[in-house]
């Protein structure tokens, strides 16, 4: 025993004396050592005694206020401000999905007035061209290459008296157009439509338009053509159409 | 259930599973908020302010760098300190026996549950029996000892004899070394030690002056 007290000197025993009894701690690891230190060193003996009164006090300060908890005031509070974090959370959720929603929204509409305006601005834009149609007295014949079968003009007829200002975006029209020297539509009857590809400088014989294309210089076009075989309305075809069956 | 199975479901919204958890770890709060203020009120308010964090900022928990607990007591440090910083009220309790009297009366109803609490334990915070009386002030002075220490001692004694944390755990709630939270609380028994010893041949005296 005085051996091992001997192994511990008295700064070695205020190092740990306050931590004997705290597990994991050098206090704890040493304690035989620190008390057999302290049994033969008075003054360190003392230290120990006082460090034991201080453990008890506070282990009695600790025991009595063990019970001590705040009002339930405090938890009714904290759970009426959880129930509002969650109520606030929820109204977050709710007005992101809006916004998102309402950003979608947006951006069709905003897609929707840009498709719309184009297509009015294109229509604006065709409708001089189309009255300069209505208004030329140009004369030219298609006899290119006749590639369309025939069929009743009636209807095609009344629609080839259709207003310039209804013909298709740009050069392309879809409703017939009377060549300029057309004889009176009521006198189709017997008539037949013809598909032709023809130069598209020869647009300007039937009365239309010559604009400059990105595509070929040749164009399709369906003619009405009366009995004696004189074209009496044109309409050019789109190229999605102009290898439909007719 | 573990602290962490609670914690999740607060997260999803469980006002069981919080009400759990607050029960579970208020106690430690409120006494260490307590000790550190000396005030009711204050240790009251420091205690929701650390819950109504934990409600409004769960997501600030990282297990991997403590428990919970070291999590809360962390938060309660922050708010006690920012108390500080707006008024000085330190801890201040009282030397005129009467007050002391007074203390020790409601310290003891404290204790045991106050009537309040509905813990079903209260004692009647003035029915201190005499013979309890030098324990109670014993209790008193300790208490009193303790809160005249620099905060940072006084961190150490609460969480480390007080509430009982390892080494570890005070350190986490502290945020300092393992080797600060040991020299501390080594440095504070001293001082206490000091203190409760100065204290008595002083309180001898005076009743001897009596």
Known sequence: MKDEAKLMDCTQFKEIYHELDRPGTSGYRFRERALSHAEGCPRCGALLTEGEALDFALRNLAERSAGWEASPRIEANLLRELQQVKLAGSRKRIRKQVAILGAAAAVLLALGIGVHQRVTSGARTASPEAANVAGSAAAGTAKDEVAGSSATPSESASAASASANQADENEYAEEFVPVPYADDPAALEGGAIVRVTLPRSALASFGLPITESEGTDRVSADLIVSQDGTPQAIRLVSQENANSDF | ?210
């Open chain 2, 1 to 210: 259930m573990d602290d962490g199975l609670l914690l999740r479901r607060v997260i999803a919204g469980d006002e069981g599973s919080f009400t759990l958890l607050y029960r579970r770890r208020h106690p430690a709060i409120y006494r260490f908020a307590l000790h550190m203020s000396g005030n009711v009120a204050v240790a009251e308010d420091v205690t929701q302010e650390v819950f109504m964090t934990l409600i409004r900022d769960v997501k600030k928990f990282d297990p991997a760098r403590g428990t919970l607990s070291s999590f809360l007591f962390g938060i309660a440090r922050n708010h006690l300190r920012r108390r500080w910083e707006q008024d000085r009220h330190s801890v201040a309790l009282p030397e005129d026996a009467d007050e002391l009297e007074t203390l020790l009366a409601v310290c003891a109803g404290a204790g045991k549950g106050s009537p309040s609490n509905g813990n079903g334990k209260a004692h009647a915070p003035f029915l201190v029996r005499r013979d309890e009386f030098t324990s109670l002030e014993t209790v008193a002075r300790v208490r009193q000892a303790i809160a005249t220490l620099p905060e940072n001692y006084r961190e150490a004694v609460v969480l480390c004899e007080l509430e009982e944390m390892s080494y570890e755990e005070a350190a986490s709630a502290l945020d300092c070394p393992v080797g600060t939270v040991r020299s501390r609380l080594h440095r504070a028994r001293a001082l206490l030690a000091e203190k409760l010893h100065d204290e008595q041949p002083l309180r001898r005296a005076s009743a001897v002056g009596e």
